[in-house]
């Protein structure tokens, strides 16, 4: 999955029942194309993503494993 956040901060919560297991989510700094810090870890069934600050970010969410 794929999610853009527009600068300001922001945080969503998926739901995600479908996809059971961990989930990593791999933050990329839209004004930068810097990388920021991931979340690993996350539940399938309900994950709340925050992003690393209030700049412009996308998140790539991938399964792990």
């Known amino acids: 999955y794929a999610l853009y956040f527009p600068a300001g901060g922001a945080s969503v919560r998926l739901a995600l029942p479908a996809a059971p297991g ?3 989510a791999h933050w990329i700094n ?3 194309g810097r990388a920021g ?3 690993k870890g996350l539940t399938g069934t309900s994950l709340l993503l925050r992003t690393p600050d209030k ?3 996308a998140a790539a969410l991938v399964p792990e494993g």
């Open 37 to 39: 810090a991931g979340q």
């Open 22 to 24: 961990l989930w990593t």
């Open 55 to 57: 700049s412009n970010w």
């Open 30 to 32: 839209i004004d930068t």
